[in-house]
């Protein structure tokens, strides 16, 4: 059974027109992470949820916000997306920090396409 | 700061064949060293991971990982590759004390028949 859990798996939006993906877990797990995953590319890290606690990476665009209003969800929503927001947007939960308890468990990511 | 270097970004092996995917890491203490695989649209799931002790790591689908200190390595290998295994490949590694994953450039792997 899927432990996390994206939806929509494609998403296609406009240039500009607000957009929301979402994630959900069922492990309980503390943190939860948005990666955003270009072609051919690693995973780049946009911020990550410690239980309520938002922390955002030092280069993530203002464009990109997130919300998690309970531990088992989290949102992402690009406020207006550019043709350069298109991507595949990987949803990530672990136990908890520190480096032996930071095993992440991807969802299989939402496929964003904008037009 | 620290790092990870796949050297190979593209690697073609036949079925059946043995295959060994490099990675090389660069970090101060000892590291906590991941290998995840992703199939073509989909997300990263977990193949091993290495935090202490054996130095030799048994993982799912029949892959297997060995942190060699003394060469800054974490390479996979699997004896006998299926053409399921067609995929990308990432390494990473445990990149601060809070646990942030550095990943590699990623690995990917083509099955010929």
């Known amino acids: 059974d899927a432990m996390v859990i994206q939806n929509p798996r494609y998403q296609v939006t406009q240039f500009g027109k607000p957009v929301t993906l979402s994630c959900s877990q069922t492990?309980?797990?503390?943190?939860m992470y948005w990666y955003q995953q270009k072609s051919s590319q690693a995973p780049k890290l946009l911020f990550h949820?410690?239980?309520?606690?938002?922390?955002n990476e030092a280069d993530t665009p203002d464009n990109f916000q997130s919300r998690r209003p309970n531990t088992s969800f989290c949102f992402l929503d690009i406020r207006s997306p550019g043709l350069g927001d298109a991507a595949m947007y990987l949803c990530?939960?672990?136990?908890?920090?520190?480096?032996?308890?930071?095993?992440?468990?991807f969802g299989a990511g939402t496929r964003l396409s904008v037009l | 700061a620290q790092s990870v270097t796949q050297p190979d970004i593209h690697i073609t092996v036949s079925e059946g064949a043995s295959l060994e995917l490099r990675c090389n890491y660069s970090?101060?203490?000892?590291?906590?060293l991941f290998w995840y695989v992703q199939s073509p649209g989909q997300g990263l799931q977990l193949l091993l991971k290495?935090?202490?002790?054996?130095?030799l790591v048994q993982g799912i689908k029949g892959f297997e990982a060995e942190f060699k200190r003394s060469q800054s390595s974490f390479n996979l290998r699997k004896p006998s590759v299926h053409w399921s295994d067609a995929a990308e490949y990432f390494c990473?590694?445990?990149?601060?004390?809070?646990?942030?994953?550095?990943f590699g450039a990623g690995t990917q792997v083509v099955v010929t028949p």
């Open positions: 949820y410690y239980d309520k606690d938002f922390n």
């Open positions: 290495y935090f202490s002790g054996d130095t």
């Open positions: 990473a590694v445990v990149a601060d004390s809070w646990g942030k994953l550095q």
């Open positions: 990530a939960t672990s136990r908890d920090f520190g480096e032996s308890k930071n095993i992440q468990y």
């Open positions: 492990l309980n797990h503390n943190v």
């Open positions: 970090y101060g203490a000892t590291p906590y």
